[in-house]
């Protein structure tokens, strides 16, 4: 059984950062493409960032492309998103997933295991 686990998230002010991490039980964590997610209140979930198995190459949406930076330590069965220069607009509920996929994966459908959500409000 996998499990997704997202300590972190919080209240930053507009132009901070927050660390997010996401710590993942079960075997084979290193086999998998991961991603973080967020959905805003009255909006779909969104892909924010995506990464391979190996951490070699990464993927950002253009709303975060420049800010956010997604990396994982395979060791430590752990990804981490690290938010910078955080807006108002930021604010969500940010997801870590598996995926079940070979390279980035962009495509939501492809992500079955999710963790439970951590709330990210950045205050203007």
């Known amino acids: 059984q996998v499990q997704l686990l997202e300590p972190g998230g919080g209240l930053v002010q507009a132009g901070g950062s927050l660390r997010l991490s996401c710590a993942a039980s079960?075997?084979?964590?290193?086999?998998?493409?991961m991603g973080w997610f967020r959905q805003a209140p009255g909006k779909a979930r969104e892909l924010v960032a995506a990464i391979t198995a190996s951490g070699s190459t990464t993927y950002y949406a253009d709303s975060v492309k420049g800010r956010f930076g997604i990396s994982r330590d395979n060791a430590k069965n752990t990804m981490y998103l690290q938010m910078n220069s955080l807006k108002p607009e930021d604010t969500a509920v940010y997801y870590c997933?598996?995926?079940?996929?070979?390279?980035?994966?962009?495509?939501?459908?492809?992500?079955?295991?999710w963790g439970q959500g951590t709330q990210v409000t950045v205050s203007s």
């Open positions: 079960g075997r084979a964590f290193t086999a998998y493409p």
């Open positions: 997933a598996r995926a079940n996929g070979i390279g980035i994966v962009t495509k939501e459908y492809m992500y079955n295991y």
